[in-house]
Structure formats: structure tokens, C-alpha cells
């Protein structure tokens, strides 16, 4: 019989219902997820989604986002990520608001792939990963209290909100470097911090950052502090000098973290490919991981882009790749092609009760 999933540790009762054997279960949430979902449920795949507590990724903690196309007037980043949640809801995609905890993923065609939320196992014949990447943080006082008032960790998404602005990036390697290239065409002047005197970039990287009249390189200096100023935005960063502890007070902006980001593939890093730095490898240019039945979209496999847009494509082709995969490739017969589910109407109070 299909399941009734509830939470009583939460405030809100879950009143989402799993079938014996799911079609299709999206981990993670986030435009890749949101477009996974809004494509298999256009075609009556009836997906179920484990979007997590902090659904929506990253662009929960965003502000304005003008650079994805739909929106001429930009849009707040959680109104955008509601939106795409809506619309897969309209089809018929099923949430649960909870965090995988475990996936156990088949190895062979046909077989089942089993979801763990807590203490609930969910079957499933395809799944698609959109756990997304986090940001690598400096930890230090006023990084996340200024988050989205100053502090910043995409260049190419926030560049245009600092025009003529005094800004830092923070960072040694080539995404430092083409972040503080790109932002040199916006602000008045870029600071690139560094904590040693030789850079991790590409020469040609470095160079090009060189060569831009208003980039300025400062090391060996790493952030001690953000503060901000009587707005509550961000004002200054307050450096330390590595060799002789020494502060120096940078009045700023903008401030771009560019040390790498961290994918969350933590629940399948020993069950899939993936790369030294944790990305979900997929072949060719599918969204196909080693497994059969398993897709990978958005920035868990993405260390290039990272951005919206370039997620939701990713996320549109691993629906169509699980679709091509379940047409093909059949289960025994007992469970082939899960029948739709009942309809469960039940009030929070009667379940909780």
C-alpha cells in the first residue's frame, strides 16, 4: 500500500504520498531539480521530490536576480525559486520537504535504487541528483551576516550591482582572476587579496588581471573581519598581513569570495564517478553517471558555470534522459510502470492527531 509520509518532529506535517515503487525521485532542489521535475511530471512520470529543509539552493539567499531570461525586471531570488516550484507543482510533481539521508543506487538495469529519508526507504526505478555545490567561505566575523549586503560568491551574478564601486576578491586561482577580470568592467576598482605572493592561476589568467587598469593585486594579506557601515551594507574589510600581523582597513562595497566552491555529493561520492574536487562526473555530454538509472544535473557537476540558467538546462536534460531510460529499460513485471497514485487529502490536524 502506498505510504503516508509525516514528520511529527516538525511543525508542518507532511502529507506527500509515496507509492510502493516511484518512477522517478529527484534529490535536491534548486532550478536543476525544480526543471527535472516540471519536465518528468509534463510527461506523467508523476516525479517525486526530496527538495530538502533549505529548498530552493542557493538562490534562496539571493537577492536580485536580473540575468535570467523571463524576467526584464529581475526578480528576488526565493520569488524566482517559488516560481519554479509552482509550476512543477501545477504538473503534478510531489515534494517532501526533508533531507535525503541516505541513497542506496543499483548497479544493474532494471533494478531498484532505494531513497532513504529518515527512517523511510523509498524505491525507485531512475534518479536524479541536484544536490547543487555550496560556496567555500573564509569563516570570518561579518561574512554571513553581510551575505547578500556586500559579500558575495558569484561575480558574473552580482558584478552589475557595484558599478564604480571600491571592491575586494578574495583568492589566488583562475576563477579569483576571471572573477576580478569581469568585475573590473563594472566597478571602479578591484582589490584581488591574497594570502601568499605567488598565485595558483593560469600565467595567462593572471596576466589578464594584470593588464586591466583598475585591478590592484595585495598579498600576502588574508580578511580578518567584514564590517559594516551605518546602512547595515558592507563598508570595509579589515586585513591581516600573514608575515607581520599587521592590519590594514580597506574601505569597500563589494566583496567577492573566489576560493572554490564544495559539491554536496556526499550522499553518493563512493557509489558514482566523481572528480578530485567532488564533482558527479557524467558521460559525454548526457547527464548519464556510471549507474544505470541515475542523472546527475546542475551544479554538482558543474565547476565552470554555476550559474541558473546553465542548472535548469542541465536539469531539463536529465528528465528527458530518466524518461528515455525507464521507456527502455522495463522492471519485472509486477512493478513495471508504477500505477499513478490515490489521491490522499488529509488536514494537518487529522494527521498529527
Given at each position: 500500500?502506498?505510504?503516508?509520509y509525516?514528520?511529527?518532529?516538525?511543525?508542518?506535517v507532511?502529507?506527500?504520498e509515496?507509492?510502493?515503487?516511484?518512477?522517478?525521485?529527484?534529490?535536491?532542489?534548486?532550478p536543476?531539480?525544480?526543471?527535472?521535475?516540471l519536465?518528468?511530471?509534463?510527461?506523467?512520470?508523476?516525479?517525486?521530490?526530496?527538495?530538502?529543509f533549505?529548498?530552493?539552493?542557493?538562490?534562496?539567499?539571493?537577492?536580485?536576480?536580473?540575468?535570467?531570461?523571463g524576467?526584464?525586471?529581475?526578480?528576488?531570488?526565493?520569488?524566482?525559486m517559488?516560481?519554479?516550484?509552482?509550476?512543477?507543482?501545477?504538473?503534478?510533481?510531489r515534494?517532501i520537504?526533508?533531507?535525503?539521508?541516505?541513497?542506496?543506487?543499483?548497479?544493474?538495469?532494471?533494478?531498484?535504487?532505494?531513497?532513504h529519508?529518515?527512517?523511510?526507504?523509498?524505491?525507485a526505478r531512475?534518479?536524479?541528483?541536484?544536490?547543487?555545490?555550496?560556496?567555500?567561505?573564509?569563516?570570518?566575523?561579518?561574512?554571513?551576516?553581510?551575505?547578500?549586503?556586500?559579500?558575495?560568491?558569484c561575480?558574473?551574478?552580482?558584478?552589475?550591482?557595484f558599478?564604480?564601486?571600491?571592491?575586494?576578491v578574495v583568492?589566488?586561482?583562475?576563477t579569483?582572476?576571471?572573477?576580478a577580470t569581469f568585475?573590473?568592467?563594472?566597478?571602479?576598482?578591484v582589490?584581488i587579496?591574497?594570502?601568499r605572493?605567488d598565485?595558483?592561476?593560469?600565467?595567462?589568467?593572471?596576466?589578464?588581471?594584470?593588464?586591466?587598469?583598475n585591478?590592484?593585486?595585495?598579498?600576502?594579506?588574508?580578511?580578518?573581519?567584514?564590517e559594516?557601515?551605518?546602512?547595515?551594507?558592507?563598508?570595509?574589510?579589515i586585513?591581516?598581513?600573514?608575515?607581520?600581523?599587521?592590519?590594514?582597513?580597506?574601505?569597500?562595497?563589494?566583496?567577492?569570495?573566489a576560493i572554490?566552491?564544495?559539491?554536496?555529493?556526499?550522499?553518493?561520492?563512493?557509489?558514482v564517478?566523481?572528480d578530485?574536487?567532488?564533482?558527479?562526473?557524467?558521460?559525454?555530454?548526457?547527464?548519464?553517471?556510471?549507474?544505470?538509472?541515475v542523472?546527475?544535473?546542475?551544479?554538482?557537476?558543474?565547476?565552470?558555470?554555476?550559474q541558473?540558467?546553465?542548472?535548469a538546462g542541465?536539469?531539463?536534460?536529465a528528465?528527458?534522459?530518466?524518461?528515455a531510460?525507464?521507456?527502455?529499460?522495463?522492471?519485472?513485471?509486477?512493478?513495471?510502470?508504477?500505477?499513478?497514485?490515490?489521491?490522499?487529502?488529509?488536514?494537518?490536524?487529522?494527521?498529527?492527531?
Amino acid at each position: 500500500m502506498p505510504a503516508l509520509y509525516t514528520s511529527e518532529s516538525k511543525v508542518r506535517v507532511m502529507t506527500t504520498e509515496i507509492k510502493d515503487i516511484e518512477n522517478v525521485v529527484i534529490v535536491g532542489s534548486g532550478p536543476a531539480g525544480y526543471t527535472a521535475a516540471l519536465y518528468t511530471s509534463r510527461a506523467d512520470l508523476d516525479p517525486l521530490m526530496i527538495e530538502g529543509f533549505a529548498w530552493g539552493g542557493l538562490l534562496q539567499q539571493t537577492t536580485d536576480v536580473e540575468n535570467y531570461p523571463g524576467y526584464p525586471d529581475g526578480v528576488l531570488g526565493p520569488e524566482m525559486m517559488q516560481d519554479f516550484r509552482n509550476q512543477a507543482e501545477r504538473f503534478g510533481a510531489r515534494f517532501i520537504t526533508d533531507d535525503a539521508t541516505k541513497l542506496d543506487l543499483a548497479t544493474e538495469p532494471g533494478e531498484l535504487h532505494v531513497v532513504h529519508v529518515g527512517d523511510q526507504e523509498i524505491r525507485a526505478r531512475a534518479v536524479i541528483l541536484a544536490m547543487g555545490a555550496e560556496p567555500k567561505k573564509l569563516g570570518v566575523p561579518g561574512e554571513d551576516e553581510l551575505a547578500a549586503r556586500g559579500v558575495s560568491y558569484c561575480a558574473t551574478c552580482d558584478a552589475a550591482f557595484f558599478r564604480g564601486a571600491k571592491t575586494i576578491v578574495v583568492g589566488g586561482g583562475d576563477t579569483a582572476m576571471e572573477d576580478a577580470t569581469f568585475l573590473s568592467k563594472f566597478a571602479g576598482k578591484v582589490t584581488i587579496v591574497h594570502r601568499r605572493d605567488d598565485f595558483r592561476a593560469s600565467a595567462i589568467m593572471l596576466q589578464r588581471a594584470i593588464d586591466a587598469d583598475n585591478i590592484e593585486l595585495l598579498t600576502p594579506y588574508v580578511v580578518d573581519r567584514f564590517e559594516p557601515g551605518e546602512n547595515g551594507s558592507l563598508s570595509k574589510a579589515i586585513l591581516r598581513n600573514v608575515e607581520d600581523d599587521s592590519h590594514r582597513e580597506l574601505p569597500i562595497t563589494g566583496a567577492f569570495v573566489a576560493i572554490g566552491h564544495r559539491p554536496n555529493s556526499q550522499l553518493v561520492e563512493d557509489q558514482v564517478d566523481v572528480d578530485p574536487n567532488g564533482y558527479v562526473e557524467v558521460i559525454g555530454r548526457s547527464t548519464k553517471t556510471k549507474l544505470p538509472g541515475v542523472f546527475a544535473a546542475g551544479d554538482l557537476t558543474d565547476h565552470i558555470y554555476r550559474q541558473a540558467v546553465t542548472a535548469a538546462g542541465t536539469g531539463c536534460m536529465a528528465a528527458l534522459d530518466a524518461e528515455a531510460y525507464l521507456r527502455d529499460t522495463p522492471v519485472d513485471a509486477e512493478a513495471h510502470w508504477a500505477a499513478p497514485p490515490e489521491r490522499i487529502e488529509a488536514a494537518a490536524e487529522s494527521a498529527a492527531s
